[in-house]
């Protein structure tokens, strides 16, 4: 089956760094990948679609500049929070679909956690 | 707008026992899809069915069944005979299209005693 990864799996930062979260289709080309977060207890809400090659469409709410995704590769899309307050510190969990498929893979996870 | 509910929040069954667990969809799309998803503890979502619209045949594998209903908008998912491995949350969830965003339910919290 399709795999999905995402890099690193945990992540601590201090208040005012930026982290970057990397999303990688293993064994197939992925045309468009979404960027969940998840707060504990609580459900995934989508952050935004990416397109490869394009620019990302942002959910209503999403801070584009706090929140910015590159997906420049057909397997590689990467999530940066940029300035991370404690506030973002969440579950975050990035999808693949191929052009070809309606099926989406789900990466992990990384768990981010702001200090 | 799409909206997927799930009322109840966390269920707690003894192994052994069946447990279903609702979801209740909204749309104004004639064409849909709907999804059940597990999370377990360590975070990562295990894909379990996709049903679209058209398709109201219930289903069943293994231990899982799931009842759609468009009448009541309804996708339930029945566990029979569950297991402490049954144990995480689960979410019911909908997209537009095949292509389109998944909308995620707030997600049923379950907890199998053995």
């Known amino acids: ?105 789900f990466g992990p996870g990384t768990r981010l956690t702001v200090t | 707008a799409q909206k997927v509910t799930q009322a109840q929040t966390e269920i707690s069954v003894v192994e052994k026992e069946d447990v279903t667990l609702d979801c209740v969809y909204e749309t104004r799309d004639t064409t849909y899809y709907l999804f059940w998803y597990k999370q377990p503890p360590s975070g990562e979502l295990v894909f379990l069915i996709r049903r679209n619209s058209f398709d109201e045949q219930n289903e069943i594998s293994g231990r899982y069944s799931w009842n759609f209903q468009k009448s009541t908008s309804s996708f339930n998912f029945t566990i029979t005979a569950s297991q402490v491995v049954d144990s995480a949350v689960y979410f019911c969830a909908l997209s537009k299209t095949s292509y389109d965003k998944v909308i995620f339910g707030p997600g049923t919290s379950l907890s199998v005693i053995p």
């Open chain 1, 1 to 105: 089956g399709a795999v999905v990864s995402q890099h690193p799996s945990w992540v601590i930062c201090k208040s005012g760094t930026s982290v970057k979260i990397e999303c990688r289709s293993l064994d197939f080309q992925a045309t468009t990948m979404f960027w969940y977060r998840q707060f504990p207890k609580q459900s995934l809400m989508l952050m935004a679609t990416s397109n490869e090659g394009s620019k990302a469409t942002y959910e209503q709410g999403v801070e584009k500049d706090k929140f910015l995704i590159n997906h420049a590769s057909l397997t590689l899309s990467t999530l940066t929070v940029t300035s991370a307050h404690p506030e973002d510190s969440s579950f975050y969990i990035c999808s693949a679909r191929t052009g070809s498929s309606y099926e989406q893979y």
